[in-house]
């Protein structure tokens, strides 16, 4: 089993950037894809972005394309989303994911490892 905690999350103004941090333990970190997700209050949880455990293979959700940017240290067993151009709707809780797949996939049915998540606020 793997373990996640993340980190990262705050209040941050409309335009701002912040950067996600995930840190994990447990199984070999590197024999898996990558994900996070956010879930805002009363709705579904939602795919953000998912990254291969190469890391030469990405995915993003059409609405974070081009503002936000996954990463990954096979080293330090760390995940990172790093959030530029932040908008009130991004307001919620992150998580991060491991998935057996080989490659990045937005499917949350895919994912087996979940962190507890991070909360991001944006204001206007």
């Known amino acids: 089993q793997v373990r996640f905690v993340e980190s990262g999350g705050g209040l941050v103004q409309a335009g701002g950037s912040l950067r996600l941090s995930c840190a994990a333990s447990?199984?070999?970190?590197?024999?898996?894809?990558m994900g996070w997700f956010r879930q805002a209050p009363g709705k579904e949880r939602d795919f953000v972005a998912a990254i291969s455990w190469t890391r030469d293979n990405t995915y993003y959700a059409d609405s974070v394309e081009g503002r936000f940017t996954i990463s990954r240290d096979n080293t330090k067993s760390a995940l990172y989303l790093h959030m530029n151009s932040l908008k009130p709707e991004d307001t919620a809780v992150y998580y991060c994911?491991?998935?057996?797949?080989?490659?990045?996939?937005?499917?949350?049915?895919?994912?087996?490892?979940w962190g507890q998540g991070t909360q991001v606020t944006v204001s206007s």
């Open positions: 447990g199984r070999s970190f590197r024999a898996y894809t």
């Open positions: 994911a491991a998935s057996p797949q080989t490659r990045p996939t937005s499917t949350t049915g895919a994912y087996d490892y």
